[in-house]
Nanobody
């Protein structure tokens, strides 16, 4: 059974850091394009970061470039989102996702496999 389990969210002060994890089962993270998305209250789900399936090229939303890093650990079959210099506007539920095929994507609808989401709150 394919499953993505996200964890690592929490409450952090502005300027702080968090690392989100997404453990995969029934799916090999090195064989699938991966993504992170976020959804703030009353907002659409938005693209945050993506990683290609092969060499691991990375892509980021402009709002997180230079602050967030997507990575994966093939041995642990886990994808991560390192979040640095967090801002109150980063507050959202964060979702990890994977898609079939080989093309990396930034559109929510192009991902068929989703984790359950983990809440990130940035507040003093």
């Amino acid at each position: 059974q394919l499953q993505l389990v996200a964890s690592g969210g929490g409450l952090v002060q502005p300027g702080g850091s968090l690392r989100l994890s997404c453990a995969a089962s029934g799916l090999t993270v090195s064989s699938h394009p991966l993504g992170w998305f976020c959804q703030a209250p009353a907002q659409w789900r938005e693209f945050v970061a993506a990683m290609s399936w092969s060499v691991g090229n990375t892509y980021y939303a402009d709002s997180v470039k230079g602050r967030f890093i997507i990575s994966r650990d093939n041995a642990k079959n886990t994808v991560y989102l390192q979040m640095n210099s967090l801002k109150p506007e980063d507050t959202a539920v964060y979702y990890c996702a994977a898609r079939g095929g080989t093309r990396t994507a930034v559109g929510e609808r192009e991902y068929g496999y989703w984790g359950q989401g983990t809440q990130v709150t940035v507040s003093s």
